[in-house]
């Protein structure tokens, strides 16, 4: 049997239970507008009927599991919590444009109203790329350079 769980704006606090994981029946969960706290269960992400996921509007902290990547989202909420870190690539989408509002904690590569993610030296990973081929072009200019030198 194919479930749904409408809990949605009924002042519930405490945390989401890491059993509900284990209701492989559920299609669509809908936990908006209560006073959740705590990270959301991974065990979320192994829910292989879930299409629908509103967890906005409570004050849910820490990352978004990656195992919430595996999933085929129609809707995808977390708007207006306490939610921090990366936001995963594979959630970086058009349709859930609009869903990480509210988190001032996230960043992502994709989408441009956050911040862009750093790796642990507080630089964005691009930079290392970028000074990688500064230091492969000055290598080259310098043994052209050499090379010069040795031929007069």
Known sequence: MIGNLYLQKNRF?????????????????????????????????????????????????GQIPKSLSNLKLNLLDFLNNQLTGAIPDSLSLDAYKGSFAGNNGFCSKNIKNFHRCYDESGKPKEWYTLLIYIMVAFIMVLISFVGYLNLK
Do not use: D, H, W, Y
Request: hydrophobic share 35%.
């Open 13 to 61: 606090s405490g945390s989401i239970p890491n059993s509900l994981g284990s209701c492989v029946s559920l299609r669509k969960i809908n936990m908006a507008k209560n006073f959740l706290r705590g990270t959301i269960p991974v065990s979320l992400g192994s829910l292989p009927t879930l299409i629908s996921l509103n967890l906005s509007e409570n004050q849910l902290s």
